[in-house]
Every structure is written in C-alpha cells, then in structure tokens.
C-alpha cells in the first residue's frame, strides 16, 4: 500500500510568484487535506477536499486555492506569494473525517 | 473557540526513564482526540486515537493516552522512553479539520 506523496520536497520562490503544491492520496482515500506548518508551530488547515469538492476552510486568504482530481490527487496553488507564506505544507489523506495519514510536506522558502 | 494547548514547548528526559506529555483542549462537541509524532524535517506520523469508549487508549511504539472529560485533558504517557522518542509531539483534536498544539519537543539524554 502506497502512502500519501507530495512533490516536490523543497521550494524556493520570489515575492510575488505564483506556486503549486501537489499530493497524491493514499489507495482508497477520497478526501484530501492541507495544512500550514510555520517553523516552531503546529499544523493549521488550509482546506479539505471531498471528492472533487471543497468541504471546510480554514482562515487562509483565497489567494490558497485547491483541486481535487478524479483519481483524489490534489493540489495547492498559492498566488501572490508572501514572505510569511514560508512555511512546510503538508498533505493528509483519509477515507472517512477521523484519521488523517500525512505526507512527508513540501518545503516552501519565499525570498 | 476551538483550541489545544500543550503547555511545555520542550521536555528533556533520560533514556529509560517514563514521560507524560501534557495536552489540553477546548471544544464544543463530544472531542475526537489525536497525538502525533513528527521526526525533523518529516510529516506526521499518528499515535494514537481516541473517539469514545475506554478512556485509555494504546498507541505504536508502546505509547498510551488518557481521556479526562473533567479536566479537558489528553496526556500522553510512555513508562520507558528509548533514544529514538526523541522528535515533536503534537496533539490535535476534531472531526475532519484538525486543530493542533504548538508541540511539545522531546529530547532524550543518554
């Protein structure tokens, strides 16, 4: 059984820069979430994705904006980056709401 | 507000000797309780659960949580801390969207 996977593992943009994250899910997951995880903090939720659609949103700007895919892989997309949007982004699949299985996360250095 | 707290950022115990890692939460429902583990530089690795029933949960790695209703608590225990505990714990509660601690770092001395 394959695990969640993100690519890539690291990132480096420019203010400003448009950035896209992705995640594949584990086998027999349908839902999809993202989390925020600035140096020395816990994990925030970005979103959830439930079969192709967005089920919950956390207090993020809507320049965070996602996809969910037929096969439940997913996507990130961050516009108009910041400097605070540096951060390590972490992917978590599930098949039902409770137990969430994460990924090893991307990397993000805005400069 | 939906919240946890984890009040100690960071533990040092020796190899060998027991751990608690104290976790407190705010919440309006019936909680869904979680503990997880990240290594440096890693994602998160799960613990263990609680949803309902038997208030003492066993997790991997020869971890156990208690449930405190009363005292809005989740601490985690293990009696015999070995040198690859040593990584952030975090504790996190709800049903879908995860509201998380700001972690406890474990460090281990020999």
């Known amino acids: 059984e394959t695990g969640v996977t993100q690519s890539p593992t690291h990132l480096i943009k420019t203010r400003g820069q448009q950035v896209t994250l992705r995640c594949s899910s584990q086998s027999g997951h349908n839902t999809v979430s993202w989390y925020q995880q600035a140096l020395g903090q816990g994990p925030q939720f970005i979103f959830q994705y439930y079969r192709e659609e967005e089920n919950g949103r956390g207090n993020f700007p809507p320049r965070f904006s996602g996809l969910q895919f037929p096969n439940y892989s997913s996507e990130l997309n961050v516009n108009a980056l910041e400097l605070d949007d540096s951060a390590l982004y972490l992917c978590a699949s599930s098949s039902d709401p409770y137990e969430q299985y994460f990924g090893p996360g991307t990397r993000l250095t805005v400069t | 507000a939906q919240s946890v707290t984890q009040p100690d950022i960071h533990i040092t115990v020796s190899e060998g000797a027991s751990l608690e890692l104290r976790c407190n939460y705010s919440y309006g429902a019936t909680p869904y309780l979680f503990w997880y583990v990240q290594s440096p530089g890693q994602g998160l690795q799960l613990l263990l659960k609680?949803?309902?029933?038997?208030?003492l949960v066993q997790g991997i790695k020869g971890f156990e949580a208690e449930f405190k209703r009363s005292q809005s608590s989740f601490n985690l225990r293990k009696p015999s801390v070995h040198w690859s505990d040593a990584a952030e714990y975090f504790c996190a509660v709800g049903w879908g969207k995860l509201i998380f601690g700001q972690g406890t770092e474990l460090s281990v001395k020999p």
């Open positions: 609680y949803f309902s029933g038997d208030t």
